[in-house]
């Protein structure tokens, strides 16, 4: 075997995955772990699929897009769910969010506005075994109402400000991570703990991500 063959083996394509986490400052072990088991590959086809364990978002239908990893990381340890919790996730887009946070809680519910989306997540999610998680097309600007409250709620799509729906689902003691911003430009992300006596903010650092929309998407 060649050192290039070598370099692209699955164990020390997975190596250098992790490394890429932990040099952007996913350190949490029970996160790194959980990153470790879902093969990011499986949610990256078509023509981008040679580039799903390069730390960069990239394009997925309906116009959405997959997180780059070291954000996937970082939102999740920020949230830091536990293993008796239930997370609400708006905005499943290719379903990775939502397999690493499986590893991590009790039960994940996630949301997304186009149909498409969520059936290939559901597909992936029945394919390598999640039985954790419910994913349903809905909108997610309005969180689920029904499953309500939840332990930690993770937006992936940024608004204004933090929804009031989701603030409202959230348990006293809960956290929510969203990004907010008024411009594909300039958005922050930011983590929103409940308490007995309101909500507290805290910024986390800049980012991108596509808009949060109201309502159902065409496809």
């Known amino acids: ?50 580039r799903a364990y390069e730390d960069t978002p990239l394009p997925i239908p309906c116009g959405q897009t997959i997180s780059q990893p070291s954000v996937v990381g970082l939102m999740t ?14 905005g499943t887009g290719s379903g990775y969010q939502a397999a690493v946070l ?26 390598i075994g999640l039985f954790n998680i419910t ?26 400000d933090p929804p009031g729906p989701l603030l409202a689902q959230l348990k006293i003691g809960g956290i929510m991570v969203v990004p907010v911003g008024q411009s594909d430009a300039v958005q922050t992300l930011i983590r929103v703990t409940r308490s007995e006596s309101g909500f507290d903010y805290d910024e986390l650092r800049q980012v991108r991500f596509v808009p949060l929309v109201e309502g159902l998407g065409q496809t």
């Open 135 to 160: 994913a349903q097309v809905a909108d997610g600007s309005r969180g689920l109402p029904d499953q309500a409250p939840f332990d930690r709620i993770l937006v992936t799509a940024a608004a204004e």
């Open 1 to 50: 075997m060649t050192h290039e063959e070598d370099d692209d083996s699955p164990a020390e394509r997975k190596m250098r995955f992790l490394f890429q986490l932990r040099s952007r400052g996913v350190t949490d072990p029970r996160v790194l772990e959980a990153m470790e088991r879902i093969d990011r590959g499986l949610f990256v086809r078509g023509q981008f699929s040679d």
């Open 77 to 90: 340890q920020a949230l830091n769910p536990g293993s008796r919790d239930t997370v609400l996730e708006v």
């Open 102 to 127: 499986s590893g991590l809680c009790r039960r994940v519910y996630t949301v997304d506005r186009h149909r498409r989306l969520v059936q290939e997540a559901e597909a992936i999610f029945q394919r």
